[in-house]
């Protein structure tokens, strides 16, 4: 046999032979995943019939774990948390063939987090859906549930119906939040634009999570020349579903109709100087640290070019409006400012109801 060491072509097909081992073993994991998945919901299931049936009480769960783990030493997931969860996961999802179609198609893990966070049968939904999209792993998961991006996701103020073509507005108009969530910065104070720019641009990894799927880093404070006048765009990204340019503005005060004339020239320049004849026109979103709707609205009503408007928040999530009325109401019941503290903290572990909440004081 001769000497292959130096043979590119030896090379090129060990690469593409470790590939395909590396997918099979992906897609095995994968496989296993599922029917894991779904043999816990059918354990659940039959629990859950059984009682039922049988009027059983909650301690024969404590006797099933220990029968079935003696049976199985070596499987994991057979205790009595576990099997609790599987009959919380059946009763979630009744239908075994919708089990199959999106439950199953995430980790247990993954499940088990959302059932957990999410009471809610459409937000449960939804976030599988986006787990699956985005491939988020748990922490991720963790961090889109407790930052509320359900209620966020593709909220932004924008005239993108008036000014993209209908697929690609509902594209974009899914991709822009109402409000980013800027909490991992970790600043507790009002902060100018430019310094808010760099920490941004310190925590870029960070930032591309919150922004979402899709978006790469193009610059910041990217130069752009005009008849020999230069001008900075705060950040620049390209989106490869919308195949466009976002510039993207930083703004530290509240929303102002000015600020969209800048915006406006900015995406004219882009696309004039950057832009490729293949790619999309650009896209405006404008960061504000607060925004009236209603101005925001009349003011992008004369505006031509696609643009969107959001506001960012620096210190953690706010209480759900429902929750600050509960815990005003409650006033008269001198809740102190220690226990008030304690109960905003549950709305960074998990989303609780207000009547859930209230319970705890």
């Not at 905003?344 to 572990?349: H, N, V």
Request: proline content about 3%.
């Amino acid at each position: 046999m001769s000497d292959l060491s130096n043979d590119s072509a030896y090379f090129s097909t060990l690469k593409a032979l470790k590939d395909e081992i590396y997918k099979a073993r992906v897609r095995a994991h994968l496989a296993i995943n599922k029917e894991l998945t779904l043999l816990y919901w059918r354990i659940g299931k039959e629990i859950i019939v059984r009682k039922q049936e049988l009027g059983w009480g909650s301690k024969v769960i404590d006797l099933l774990s220990q029968n079935l783990r003696h049976e199985f030493p070596e499987m994991k997931g057979l205790s009595t948390r576990n099997l609790i969860y599987m009959q919380t996961f059946a009763s979630a999802y009744p239908n075994y063939e919708f089990t199959q179609e999106l439950p199953a198609q995430i980790t247990w893990y993954h499940n088990q987090t959302i059932l957990d966070k999410l009471s809610d049968p459409e937000k449960r939904i939804w976030y599988i859906k986006k787990t699956i999209e985005n491939g988020w792993s748990r922490n991720v998961l963790v961090h889109q549930i407790e930052s509320r991006l359900y209620e966020r996701q593709g909220k932004a103020i924008t005239n993108f119906k008036n000014t993209l073509p209908s697929r690609t507005s509902n594209l974009a108009q899914n991709l822009f939040k109402s409000e980013y969530n800027l909490e991992f910065l970790g600043i507790k104070e009002a902060i100018h634009e430019r310094q808010l720019e760099n920490k941004l641009i310190e925590r870029i990894r960070d930032f591309l999570l919150e922004l979402g799927t899709g978006f790469a880093f193009v610059g910041s404070q990217y130069k752009i020349m005009v008849a020999g006048d230069e001008f900075f765009i705060d950040l620049l990204f390209y989106h490869v579903k919308l195949q466009c340019y976002i510039v993207l503005e930083l703004k530290s005060r509240k929303f102002e109709p000015s600020y969209l004339g800048q915006l406006e020239f900015y995406l004219t320049v882009i696309d004039s100087q950057i832009k490729l004849p293949s790619d999309k026109p650009s896209v405006g979103l404008l960061l504000c640290k607060e925004a009236n709707q209603l101005v925001v609205e009349y003011a992008l009503k004369t505006k031509s070019q696609p643009i969107g408007v959001s506001k960012y928040i620096l210190t953690g999530n706010k209480l759900p409006s429902e929750l600050e009325n509960a815990l005003q109401a409650q006033s008269s019941l001198s809740i102190s400012w220690q226990v008030r503290k304690k109960l905003k903290c549950y709305m960074r572990i998990s989303e609780f109801t207000v009547a859930t909440l209230l319970q705890q004081l």
